[in-house]
């Protein structure tokens, strides 16, 4: 298991990326441009729901980034079958 500033590290290089998705997202969406760049990679307003499903897949690393530095087991999900007899 990674230490506490491997795991802020990731948080905040997560956090960056994040901020620069979401700029992008929000120029596109405006309408002021009609593509935009971030390093080597150009996206245009088709590029919409990816940059969408980017977003939120950071965002849930980063809430579960959070999570784990402050200390809290991960939420475990289950199912629960209903059966009939």
């Known amino acids: 298991m990674?230490?506490?500033t491997?795991?802020?590290e990731r948080?905040?290089?997560r956090k960056a990326v994040l901020s620069n998705l979401r700029v992008a997202y929000i120029n596109l969406v405006k309408g002021?441009?009609?593509s935009y760049m971030i390093d080597?990679?150009?996206l245009t307003r088709l590029d919409l729901p990816e940059l969408k499903?980017?977003?939120k897949e950071l965002e849930e690393e980063i809430d579960a980034l959070d999570v784990e530095i402050s200390g809290k087991?991960?939420?475990k999900a289950f199912a629960v079958v209903p059966?009939?007899?």
């Open 32 to 34: 002021g441009v009609k």
């Open 11 to 13: 948080r905040d290089f």
């Open 6 to 8: 491997e795991l802020k």
């Open 40 to 42: 080597d990679r150009q």
């Open 2 to 4: 990674p230490d506490m």
């Open 73 to 75: 087991r991960p939420r």
């Open 83 to 85: 059966r009939d007899w």
């Open 53 to 55: 499903k980017e977003i």
